[in-house]
């Protein structure tokens, strides 16, 4: 049985190489993965997922690996994890087993500082895998000292896997990266729980919140998003968010009636009477609660994407970018939306006002009422602009 234990924080395609690089030169007949609870040599890095949800993005990541199984044998002893006591727990569930542990470059390295670390070679034999290229000849002196010292030897695959690490996988998850080391499942998970402080790929948004619209709709998305991102830019406002926001706020438009009250059920969205009597009004209010569910939002972007067909009193900046955006975006043409535009980039409270006033006549022009909430924006603008 093949064993290979980490922190897998967060499991990406090279571990996954690894693990299939091992099974393809050993030819285990099980291969298990085991993540580590609270590993001895270092602190988990802030914003890192608990025990059961490293567990589930393993689960994701190394289904990819025929035969592979995940334990959660360490995430579920207390304290630190140290391999020995794994190995005695493995040796007692599985009594007529022969382990082979898997070990990469600098675990190989450090291997005599290991705690108990001469047991190990009496529960287990030892594969090494190296994670670099280059790394070859510093573990072939292991190899030898180890053989020389201890009469212990070990089996040296010399395929090097994915060159990939988590530390730097981390840092680049908050900037948008990242997407390109893990497997789908994987980054969908992470962005969804926003573990590691991570924000999605825009381009994998796009591609992800088109595929919820009817195409005809997908342009008009373009064009709020790019006028957002502009927005955003002349207001000092995080484009990042302004561009989330914009891609995702319409992802339900394109439901039903029904549909949309059935979602309202899911995630218990209050309606006023207004709301209930205009289905127009209802994708703003499940949207962003979607994309909150989906895609693990900010509260920012929620609350962009919650009040951008009515506005409301107490918008924030980014808000009301949002509003506008959708509104002014390039792909829109109607008699006085030139002044709105002009208006954007000169006082964002005069362009609400202006938007907001030219929304509601034509809404009273179709026979309709407007929602209050629209009236109470208004007058909280004009308060603020007196």
Sequence with gaps: MLIYGGSFNPPHLGHV????????ALRPDRALVIPAGMPPHKELAQGSPGPADRLTLCRLAFSAVEGAEVSDLELRRDGKSYTVETLRALQKEYPEADFIFLV???MLLSLE?????????SLCDLAALPRNEGDLPAMRQVE????DTYGEKISLIEKAPLPMNSTSLRSDLPLRGGRDRLSEGVYEEIIRRRYYFAKPDLAWLREKAYAYLKPRRIPHVKGCEETAVALARRWGEDEGEAAEAAILHDITKKLSYAEQLQLCGKYSIELDEAERADEKLLHARTGACFARDLFGVSDAVFSAIDCHTTGKPGMTTLDKIIYLADYTEPNRSFPGLERVRELCTEDLDLAMIEALQLSEKEILSRGTSPHPRGAETLKWLRTKES
């Design 104 to 106: 990469g470059t600098d």
């Design 17 to 24: 190489d690894a693990l299939r690089c091992a099974v393809d």
């Design 144 to 147: 030898k000292h180890l053989l």
């Design 113 to 121: 500082k290991w705690y108990e670390f001469r047991e190990i070679f």
